[in-house]
């Protein structure tokens, strides 16, 4: 009878728990006996300078997931962290306010222990006020693999570091393949320095690595840390159906190649310093794109491709080489389609087998074409400028963007 009993006792799955968690302690307590499909119910009040660490092993079926008891009213202040590794994670609902943590959110709970297939979604992360300065930090580190961050709300990063970045490992094949969509990325002020992305994908010495990350849907509004607002910094990314909306800086494909850039739209309202996309390295698109009222020039013009170094090293500018730049439409920008820009005194070759077509210039306040170098590797062909352009449809997010909780 007792082997009967026992077996029949493994062989009924375990329930999935809702678990109600006060404070850090009983979360680090809870976090110790956690299984697939259990959820951590965080108590509604302020969480100050709480370090939440958490490995787990949910499944696509029965995720483990973090969530607030009421979206938006679990506010994190001070120093609070939340770093999260393991598979099938969901984090929803989470505010942190003010945060002086070097590291807010981390898709890993160390530097060996990664999250794939986890989520965070309907959280935000803003400040304020003007934090002390510290060397870096992020508001959101994404590691692992095919990971989503969505309708989150993300602003007022006033530190050095970029607000959201995507880490990558020269040892690692099963990385990359994030989603990160339908998020409200609002004003950051000027930083004065190199430093003050929104989004990074990749660094200089992974640029190679390919990333595949998909950027979509997100809005970006009045992001002006530095003249990146988006730094691609590796391969094989698509952004798609972005819109950019008085941010005083680019979508610059930095570092890596075959990246695509596709039906975005960028508005400048007249903004000082607003731009479109910059295009570095080899075998990128960008289509179906709208550059609007765009006030920026030099790396900050609608679509701006750079000058390469001989020989570069990863840190520095690589040729243009068979970029496509087709089927755009800009309108009263003040710099349209620049080419031959010079980032470094060193870099002097021009794009190469690159084709600009199809696209419709409006020229009312600037010329459509600014050449700066030689443009033989280049191939013009049925691109149409005129004083006066109607009936362009504008494209748009299919959601609304941020968490719902703070509509």
């Excluded at 003050?196 to 990749?202: D, F, N, Y």
């Excluded at 660094?203 to 997100?218: G, L």
């Excluded at 819109?243 to 494909?253: A, M």
């Excluded at 109607?390 to 719902?404: F, L, M, Y």
Aim: some cysteine.
């Amino acid at each position: 009878m007792r082997p009967t009993l026992l077996a029949l006792a493994l062989a009924i799955p375990a329930l999935a728990r809702d678990i109600p968690i006060a404070d850090a302690a009983a979360f680090t307590a809870a976090a110790q006996s956690i299984t697939a499909g259990d959820t951590l119910i965080l108590k509604d009040g302020t969480w100050a300078d709480a370090q939440l660490k958490l490995h787990a092993a949910g499944t696509a079926a029965k995720p483990v997931t973090i969530k607030a008891q009421t979206p938006g009213k679990v506010i994190f202040t001070g120093t609070s962290r939340l770093s999260v590794g393991g598979s099938h994670i969901i984090v929803d609902g989470l505010w942190f306010q003010n945060p002086t943590a070097e590291q807010v959110i981390e898709l890993r709970k160390d530097s060996k222990q990664l999250a794939s297939d986890s989520r965070i979604t309907n959280c935000a992360v803003t400040n304020d006020t003007q934090l002390a300065s510290v060397d870096s930090s992020q508001f959101v580190s994404i590691y692992g693999a095919r990971n989503r961050v969505d309708h989150c709300y993300i602003a007022g990063k006033t530190t050095q570091g970029t607000t959201m970045v995507v880490w990558l490992s020269t040892e690692s094949k099963d990385q990359g393949k994030h989603q990160i969509d339908h998020n409200h990325f609002g004003p950051r002020q000027r930083l004065g320095k190199n430093g003050g992305e929104t989004i990074r994908l990749g660094d200089s010495k992974t640029s190679m690595q390919t990333a595949a990350c998909i950027v979509e849907h997100n809005l970006f509004e009045k992001c002006d840390g530095e003249a990146e607002c988006i730094s691609n910094k590796s391969c094989g990314n698509l952004y798609r159906r972005n819109t950019f909306k008085d941010v005083s800086g680019t979508l610059t494909l930095r570092h890596g190649n075959a990246c695509m850039v596709e039906h975005n739209i960028f508005l400048g309202d007249g903004a000082k310093g607003t731009g479109g996309v910059r295009v570095i390295g080899e075998d990128h698109i960008v289509t179906g794109n709208l550059f609007e009222n765009l006030t920026g020039d030099d790396e900050r013009s609608a679509l701006c491709i750079m000058l390469g170094i001989p020989e570069s090293l990863p840190n520095g500018y690589f040729q243009v080489k068979r970029a496509k730049v087709i089927n755009n439409t800009f309108i009263n920008c003040k710099h349209n389609i620049l080419i031959g820009m010079s980032g470094d005194k060193k870099a002097v070759l021009p794009p190469v087998e690159t084709e600009i077509s199809g696209n419709h210039i409006q020229t009312n306040l600037g010329e459509a074409f600014e050449i700066k170098s030689a443009a033989d590797g280049v191939t013009m062909k049925d691109n149409e400028t005129a004083n006066k352009l109607s009936n362009i449809a504008r494209s748009s997010t299919s959601e609304p963007t941020g968490p719902s909780w703070k509509k």
